[in-house]
């Protein structure tokens, strides 16, 4: 099957400080790649939605000021956390499809972001 | 918008029973998915199966079945002869066929297999 790492697994920051969150597909070509947080115990909230080449469609409520979100191949997004704080330490994932119609959604193994 | 609504919090089962884990939904389209994943404590998400709305016969794979009833918005995941590797959180999503296809989640059910 189709395989989306995820890099860094875990990340530590202090406040204040910006993070970068890698996501690759590795056997395909991902033209749309999707961003979720995760709270604890809780389900996942998509952030943001990114095709190549384009801008991201952010959801309601999701700074896109403080998340920025590239996806400037068609094998990696990237999303920063800008100016962390405490309260943006969740863990964050990935999915990633190939084309429109029934193909699936394909999902990272997530990165766990602590800010101090 | 469409919403996915998973009631039970919780499930617990004996190993090799079978369990039902029940999702509703709702939506005004015709043409959509549905999803059942599978987020073991590594929480890596697993596609368990898929159904397709125009599709009435339900889905199976091996263990997994779902019972589809689109009329009453309903898609619930039965597992036969649980195993312990069964034990996790399953998630029930919807996608649209128009449009961005962006997945809808469930709150999820965190499923105790019993050994």
């Known amino acids: 099957g189709a395989v989306v790492s995820q890099h860094p697994s875990r990340v530590i920051c202090k406040s204040g400080t910006s993070v970068k969150i890698e996501c690759r597909s590795l056997?395909?070509?991902?033209?749309?790649m999707f961003w979720y947080r995760q709270f604890p115990k809780k389900s996942l909230m998509l952030m943001a939605t990114s095709n190549e080449g384009s801008k991201a469609t952010y959801e309601q409520g999701v700074e896109k000021d403080k998340f920025l979100i590239n996806h400037a191949s068609l094998t990696l997004s990237t999303l920063t956390v800008t100016s962390a704080h405490p309260e943006d330490s969740s863990f964050y994932i990935c999915?990633?499809?190939?084309?429109?119609?029934?193909?699936?959604?394909?999902f990272g193994p997530g990165t766990r972001l602590t800010v101090t | 918008a469409q919403t996915v609504t998973q009631s039970q919090p919780e499930m617990s089962v004996q190993e090799a029973e079978t369990v039902t884990l029940s999702c509703t939904y709702d939506?005004?389209?015709?043409?959509?998915?549905l999803f059942w994943y599978k987020q073991p404590p590594s929480r890596q998400m697993i596609l368990v199966i898929r159904?397709?709305?125009?599709?009435?016969q339900n889905a199976t794979e091996n263990r997994f079945s779902v019972n589809f009833q689109k009329a009453a918005k309903s898609f619930s995941l039965k597992i036969s002869d649980s195993q312990l590797g069964d034990a996790a959180m399953y998630f029930c999503a919807y996608r649209s066929a128009q449009g961005a296809q962006k997945l809808v989640f469930g709150q999820g059910t965190r499923l105790t297999i019993n050994p």
């Open positions: 159904q397709e709305a125009y599709k009435q």
């Open positions: 999915s990633a499809r190939w084309a429109s119609g029934s193909h699936e959604q394909y």
């Open positions: 939506t005004s389209e015709s043409d959509y998915y």
């Open positions: 056997d395909f070509q991902a033209t749309t």
